[in-house]
């Protein structure tokens, strides 16, 4: 078992920049994938980014190229995606989330374990 929690959300400028963070503990985190995804009232989840076990492999939504960057703290159990040049369409819960594999997935079933998420507002 593994417990997901994020930290890092708020209330932003429309340009600004934020670092969330997703802090594990249970089980040996650096054999875990880990994505983010976000969900605004009345719409489902969105996949944002994943991230490998090993930290060297990304992926991210093309909503969020070029503006987020994932990182993780193996020996902190700790993910982190920085998220630059914020746009109000960035405005959403965002749900980090945890799985067991060695590869790298983008959808919401894969994932077994998630947090309780945290609110990102981004004002124009």
């Known amino acids: 078992q593994v417990q997901l929690v994020e930290s890092g959300g708020g209330l932003v400028q429309a340009g600004g920049s934020l670092r969330l963070a997703c802090a594990a503990s249970g089980r040996t985190f650096s054999d875990y994938a880990v994505a983010w995804f976000r969900q605004v009232p009345g719409k489902g989840l969105e996949f944002a980014a994943a991230i490998s076990w090993s930290g060297r492999t990304t992926e991210y939504a093309d909503s969020g190229k070029g503006r987020f960057t994932l990182s993780r703290d193996n020996a902190k159990n700790t993910v982190y995606l920085k998220m630059n040049n914020l746009k109000p369409e960035d405005t959403a819960v965002y749900y980090c989330?945890?799985?067991?594999?060695?590869?790298?997935?983008?959808?919401?079933?894969?994932?077994?374990?998630w947090g309780q998420g945290t609110q990102v507002t981004v004002s124009s």
């Open positions: 989330a945890a799985d067991k594999t060695s590869l790298l997935y983008t959808t919401i079933s894969q994932y077994d374990y």
